[in-house]
């Protein structure tokens, strides 16, 4: 009876090291043979269309590894065993990429922040990129001039609809007047070109570019630190998805800090608004 309790012991003790070998937590096997995707032996990458810097190459797309969000795919994607020619891109409008259901893609990473709302229907990974809302304004405008939340209660303000800049317009700054919905960044860009809206709410490397690159005469205006609970942005995984513990083990072993120095440096300099 001591022998078999000590042979069952054993054999419990070789079974727990199997599951947990080639890491990911809870015995997720990150071997690249056994990875749970949608294709097999190929990577299948979201992101919206078009893709913007300082995140995606805006003339090559996704896949040309420029950018600081194609950086990180392709960096995770080396990490999981893949080389760049198996890595595929697929088209996933923003606010599809959190809605319920089944997913034709392994994740997509596209500025989606963690929010415990978004939690509900999908999985996110750790935090790649602590994000700061920022104001794009024209530089000779009078809301360049705002140097407080209450200054900018009085202007127009407006933001891309599903995205924490229009939770940051309605929750935080809270102006007199409605802020303007649109269903692309696209649209709230050519928006506020033409003069329709007093301030755009961007995450800051995005308003940043926007503001050097896109519209002539615009400026940041001003970002807004996230204090010591800061948003972030995280891959998206359909909910449940074991994937996202490999993922989230390729993302311990990434230098993010070096790749945001070399995409994202530029756009630490703008002046501050504090929320609280």
Known sequence: MKRSIALIAALAVVVAACATEGGGGGGVSC???????????????????PSF??????????????????AVAYAVAEELGFTAEEVEWVVVPFNNSFAPGEK???????????????????????GYYNVNQALL????????????????????LGAQVGTTSLDFINEVIQPDSEALV??????????????????LILD?????????????????IAQFPSGDDPEQFGMLFE????????????LANIDLDAMQQEWLSDVVDAPVIETS
Not at 212 to 220: F, N, Q
Not at 241 to 250: K, Q, T
């Open 31 to 49: 071997e690249k043979e056994d990875l749970p995707l949608v294709q097999e032996g190929v990577l299948t990458i979201g992101t919206d269309e």
């Open 53 to 70: 810097p300082p995140w995606f190459d805006f003339e090559g797309g996704p896949s040309t590894g420029t950018g600081f969000e194609s």
């Open 104 to 126: 034709d893609f392994d994740f997509d990473i596209n500025q989606i922040s963690i929010t415990e709302e978004r939690e509900e229907a999908v999985d996110f990974s750790d």
């Open 137 to 156: 304004g024209f530089a000779d405008s009078e809301i360049a001039s705002a140097t407080t939340i209450d200054d900018l209660k009085v202007y127009q």
């Open 182 to 199: 649109y269903d692309t960044n696209a649209d709230a860009k050519a928006a506020f070109d033409a003069g329709q809206l007093d301030g």
């Open 204 to 220: 800051l490397p995005t308003a940043y570019i926007i503001a050097a690159t896109e519209i002539e005469g615009s400026a940041v």
């Open 239 to 250: 909910e449940g998805n074991p994937l996202r513990d490999c993922v989230n083990e390729a």
